[in-house]
């Protein structure tokens, strides 16, 4: 479903690298192998984020165990970031399912030309006239299989 979404890439809006700048000073002084530290800093830096990241990311709020005042969980964003996310994710793939149904929408092809069949106007072609089991067969056989046929009816 989402591999047209592989590799697109968004900047990021201007309040959640606010918000993440935010975030990093609230925490305060913190090792650099602290969880969440890293990835604050590219996103801040870069100003850009792809599908692939806002996944890892959103996978990391989906997974996490702890509490909201938890300096990873705020390292990350906390539920700004995490709502910026699934909105984000949520819309592209909104994109991507709406644009499925628009090109699955079946439109009659213009360079068909419509015919008539027994005074009824169809876009379709005109089948080929397929021969019958009697009349493939010579007319010998066609008349034992009526008579079998018959034969059969009085039968049952």
Known sequence: MNKELYDKTIELPENVVT????????????????????????LRDNGTINYQQLKRIK??????????????YILHGADYVKNWVNQTLG??????????????EVLPNQYIQTHTKDGLNTQNRPSA???????YYGLNVTESIDRINDLIKKVI
């Not at 925490?27 to 800093?41: F, M, S």
């Not at 819309?91 to 699955?104: F, H, L, N, T, Y």
């Not at 006239?129 to 009349?135: A, I």
Request: glycine share 8%; proline share 2%.
């Open 129 to 135: 006239s397929h021969k019958t089991t009697k009349d």
């Open 59 to 72: 996978n990391w709020f989906d997974s996490f165990k702890g509490a909201q005042n938890d300096i990873e």
């Open 91 to 104: 819309s592209w793939r909104e994109d991507v399912e709406a644009g499925k149904e628009a090109k699955s």
């Open 19 to 42: 918000y993440l700048g935010q975030c990093m000073d609230t925490v305060g002084d913190v090792p650099e192998t602290t969880q969440g530290y890293k990835r604050n800093k590219d």
